[in-house]
């Protein structure tokens, strides 16, 4: 696993003062690292970069997902869990995103704030503990448009990550969606018949047949 360093080790690594690291974050010239409590490290890809060696990487970033506010532990088991196998693994976490919303919402704001990301080149590698985590369906195109940005999606594929229940959530969605799109076409229907009542329209089950 790669060395990290808290700031003041870093900046005695460099030989600088941790005033001239902030600054050096204030001004975009250095961005740390963050674990999921917040807390800022920096490893050795950072000390390269300031004693001139590689130039800056694009973002590490870990999504984490659940559906419903009730699931908030299960939120918080599912960050333990990525950042244990992240530290198993040695990967330097640039950013953690965490979010309430369903796998059949597509509108989720930081789930689309984190795809203009990937679409602009900013994140090199995105972490996931299971491929539903980014959406319960289309994760074969969303993999494709991130290869095509440069992205590597790695999936840890923890399976007591995702609750069952959130695909019976899921699954309840479709079902409402549904519901209320029938609703509307029996409204529209009953209007038809008000307005032209000469007309006859045929159930849906008589035109199938």
Known sequence: MSKT??????????????QTIRRWEREGKLTAKRLPSGHRYFDESDVRL???GAPAKRATVVYC????????????SQ?????????GGG???????????????????????????????EIEKLLVAQKDRLARFGYDLIAHLAAENGC?????????LSPQQEMVEDLLSIVHTFSCRLYGM???????????????LKEPKEILQ
């Open 91 to 121: 990967i330097a976490v640039d950013e953690w995103i965490q979010e309430i919303g369903g796998g059949m919402n597509f509108k989720r704001k930081r789930f689309l704030e984190m795809l203009d990301r990937i679409q602009r080149g």
């Open 186 to 200: 029996r409204k529209y229907k009953k209007q038809i018949r008000d307005d032209y009542p000469e007309h006859k």
């Open 79 to 87: 960050v333990g869990a990525m950042e244990t196998y992240c530290r």
């Open 50 to 52: 300031m004693l001139g």
């Open 65 to 76: 997902r659940v559906s419903s506010a009730g699931q908030k532990d299960d939120l918080a």
């Open 5 to 18: 360093y808290s700031m003041g080790e870093f900046a005695k690594r460099i030989g600088r003062s941790t």
């Open 152 to 160: 590597e999606i790695v999936v840890a594929n923890q399976d007591s």
